[in-house]
């Protein structure tokens, strides 16, 4: 297969009542796990990379290491920008071979989210490009992005329906409570308003910041209409805690063959676990 964008796959979750998981991938070995994990459980995946780490692993590894697993996998597989603010960034790699994006244009006013929205949904859609949006805001931390509790905000269902007919977008990431990283407390999710924004729009649903939060909260959600759930910080713990226990047991250990299998091993579970959680397995 060839790298899709995320139209067919998040149209036939919508359809059927799933959702794709977007895994965030940092390297290879991330890579790996998460496009060895969807082929072997037989689900549609979605690869996200933040501007951070597209500039550390480099955007046209990334295209071709997913370009290289497509080939070798039958199952459906997207690069995803994630978290982009930078129009002339999602363009450029738009161009390389990325056939998805989230623009973040969250953080600015209304209009101004509306117009770079629109901006990026006209250039994108002429590559069969797809685009995300989020109207509110996430609080949390994921990898260099930094929003604060104070200046986070609930996505507004009215406001959702004017905001994707207005910028023409294909899916619509919401702010109904979860946040970035790691939770203080416990996650709550705010169902009401998650159902409200479903009957105002039709383009599929995004969930944010889905590690930490109980599987219960999160298929319920799934059961609501969200269709896609990102996943960064619940794969990001086991690879380092299990490199850093070898690491413990093996002081004078420096082979990257040896350290990274670990991590890699630990990190397959939980990619697996989600892929479940998500009810994607046996749908590519
Ligand atoms: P978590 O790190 O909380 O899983 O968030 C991931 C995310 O939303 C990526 O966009």
Redesign the pocket.
């Known amino acids: 297969m060839k790298i899709l964008s995320t139209r067919e796959m998040l149209k036939k979750a919508q359809r059927e009542g799933y959702a794709i998981p977007a895994f965030?991938i940092h390297n290879l070995e991330t890579l790996q796990v998460v496009v060895d994990t969807a082929a072997e459980l037989r689900s549609p995946v979605i690869l996200?990379g933040t501007p951070s780490t597209i500039a550390y692993a480099g955007g046209e590894y990334i295209v071709a290491m997913a370009e290289t697993a497509a080939k070798e996998y039958d199952i459906p597989i997207a690069i995803h920008l994630?978290?982009y603010e930078d129009v002339e960034a999602i363009k450029h790699f738009i161009d390389l071979g990325f056939k998805s994006a989230m623009i973040d244009a969250s953080h600015l006013d209304y209009e101004d989210n509306i117009r770079i929205v629109r901006e990026v949904v006209e250039y994108a859609h002429k590559f069969d490009a797809t685009v995300e949006a989020e109207l509110g805001r996430l609080g949390?931390q994921?990898d260099d992005l930094i929003v604060d509790e104070k200046d986070s905000k609930y996505t507004n269902p009215e406001q959702a329906r004017d905001f994707v007919e207005r910028t023409g977008i294909d899916s619509l990431a919401v702010a109904i409570g979860t946040a970035?990283?790691l939770y203080q407390g416990e996650a709550k999710l705010d169902f009401d308003r998650l159902k409200e924004i479903r009957d105002m729009v039709d383009v599929p649903l995004v969930l944010?910041?889905?590690?930490?939060v109980p599987d219960e909260l999160v298929k319920k959600a799934i059961s609501l209409g969200i269709c896609k759930v990102?996943?960064?910080?619940?794969l990001k713990i086991p690879f380092s805690d299990a490199v850093k226990k070898y690491f413990n047991e093996n002081p004078t250990a420096n082979d990257p063959r040896k350290y990274m299998t670990p991590g890699k091993e630990a990190m397959k579970k939980i990619v697996a676990h989600k892929i479940m959680v998500c009810g994607s397995n046996g749908k590519a």
């Open positions: 965030n996200a994630d978290h949390g994921e970035h990283g944010h910041g889905a590690s930490d990102n996943v960064a910080t619940d």
